[in-house]
């Protein structure tokens, strides 16, 4: 696929934070301007590649060294990392091999926008702004932010959930749960992103998997809920969301299948519950499953890993019945 110019390396970066970091990347040799060294790692089998660009030129991070460290380097570093990460999990995990399990390439673009507090996945890559340095940082800087929006690709290949109403808000909650299960060492989403005044003001996070009522919801969101105004963690605080806003709540209504999985995770162990999600995302939902179907889903794939009447099959029964989601 590629010229005998190019030579896996393996580079070193600064992360947004300071981390030390070690790359694989190309060197390449051009006619004309001679040897650089690319964001573009062709070091896995089987895999087209996982390639970091920059937003505004449009160009795939390069230099003259095999060395990232420059502050503008930096979310870049951070992509190109943490795509790897995640390509690692599913592979390894799951073995997918990347997006679409037959070896996509991996494309990342960072420094989108400006100030800009989101990253999104957009149908065939991932992309990621540099946050306003108030709410958020750049955005690359999180695994779990990576490993949802991949989660998305993922999901557009293979079930397919329709982003919008329920099926949106399973969209979203998959995604959530494999950033959780992937940057596993809470199950909080987001919370290396988060600039330092926002911490300072008590959002430590974007969304919690384990307590979702710990954040409000957006100021136009409240008078669909309760009225408290929180991320629900079950069906009696479902928000009767229109399209026009957000999608009829994706975002939202999502935590109470996060809260759900957290639940069985409590029983049965980050690894299992991977499993047991990852079969029933690949296997059994289609575009219009709604909450009651990913129930049945979920415990249909329980009992196929683990057994009819399986403690692994219990808990995953366990986590729905205890947000009110039931057949
Ligand atoms: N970060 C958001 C997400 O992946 C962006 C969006 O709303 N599409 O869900
Ligand atoms: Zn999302």
Redesign the pocket.
Known sequence: MHSEKIKTQTGTGTGVLGEHRLLHISQVKEPRSGTEFQMADYSHEDLEGILTYDYPSREIFSNKDASFKSEYDRPAVDAHYNSEKVYDYYLNEHGRNSLDDEGMAIVSYVHYGTNYN????NGRQMTYGDGDGEFMIP?SAGLD?AA??MT?GVISNSANLV?RFQPGAL??AF?DIFGALIDDENWELGEDIMAPAAKADGRESLRSLSDPSKYPVGAKYVEYGNGEGKYPSHMDEFYDLPRSL??GG??INSSIINHAAYLTAQDIGREKLGKIYYRALTVYLTPTSEFSDARQAIIQSAVDLYGEGSGEAEAAAGGFDSVGIME
């Open positions: 989101n990253a999104f996945w955005l932010v949802h929006e998305h982003y969209n979203e995604a957000d999608n994706v975002h």
